[in-house]
């Protein structure tokens, strides 16, 4: 066993055995289960698998029988670095079941590094509403996706955004630092960001944070025209943005789940 050189070592590799063990098993599994696979004492387990719920590395469901498996807080972890076309694949299904319900395009996006992109995205059978290619850099301070991601970051990430110049598009852009860090606030009281003709005077956009964990690293952002996303049902096209993103983020935990720890 690695760990001979400390006591803290060693518990280090009791904790990294029941995370490899959990992240590899379909199913939850319990307090029991745990110490027979890896021959270990259950109160030993018991005080592992308390430590490893406190901080997040996993969860304990189920009364009065417990059970546990990997963890949200370790899922953000493994999720940041996970590859765009695997996140493709869990996202698509649940993209396109929202372009039927909105008829409007809708993509997911991703802050990689210092910049947010658009991952992939679904277009309504009547044509492509807006520029929104995989790959396409979302600015910061104007696109809606962006700002849902942007705004939930520690203060050396927003930072670095307003370090940039901020560019104007349209009349209704941003580019003052306190009114963008005041439009930051209001994402994460409503837990949602808009662009309301920020980038192009003629389209708007809605965009809801795909909270992984205790952090944020997606968006689901729909866009279209404004005439007529303005027009639109507001707290419905809302609702159905943050049924999916709460889809996607369940999908992320599971295919982790399954997978191992690897997305």
Same mark, same amino acid.
């Given at each position: ?63 009065? $029988?417990?059970?546990? $498996? ?69 600015? =910061? ?6 700002? !849902? ?57 809605? !965009? ?51 997978? =191992?720890?690897?997305?």
């Amino acid at each position: 066993m690695v760990g001979r050189t400390g006591a803290g070592a060693g518990v280090l590799e009791r904790c990294a055995r029941i995370v490899e063990l959990l992240g590899s098993s379909p199913d939850p599994l319990s307090l029991t289960e745990v110490a027979d696979f890896l021959n270990l004492p259950k109160a030993t387990v018991h005080r592992l698998l308390k430590a490893l719920v406190g901080v997040g590395w996993a969860e304990r469901e189920g009364r009065p $029988r417990a059970a546990y $498996r990997i963890g949200r807080r370790l899922t953000t972890v493994l999720t940041a670095g996970s590859d765009d076309a695997l996140l493709a694949l869990c996202a698509e299904p649940i993209l396109t079941t929202l372009v039927d319900r909105l008829n409007e395009t809708c993509f997911l996006a991703r802050l990689a590094g210092q910049a947010v992109h658009v991952v992939t995205f679904r277009a309504p059978r009547r044509g492509l509403r807006g520029t929104v290619e995989p790959g396409t850099v979302m600015p =910061g301070h104007a696109a809606a996706s962006a700002k !849902a991601i942007i705004a939930y970051q520690d203060r050396a990430v927003i930072e670095r955004v307003l370090r940039r110049p901020l560019r104007r598009y349209t009349a209704r852009t941003i580019t003052d630092d306190a009114a963008l860090l005041s439009a930051y606030a209001e994402v994460r009281a409503a837990g949602e960001a808009l662009c309301l003709g920020e980038i192009e005077s003629d389209v708007a956009a809605f !965009a809801v944070p795909v909270r992984t964990g205790r952090s944020v690293y997606f968006s689901i952002a729909v866009t279209g025209p404004h005439e007529l996303l303005g027009a639109a049902d507001h707290a419905a096209v809302i609702d159905a943005m943050r049924s999916g993103a709460h889809a996607l983020a369940e999908e992320l935990h599971r295919r982790l789940r399954r997978r =191992g720890g690897e997305l």
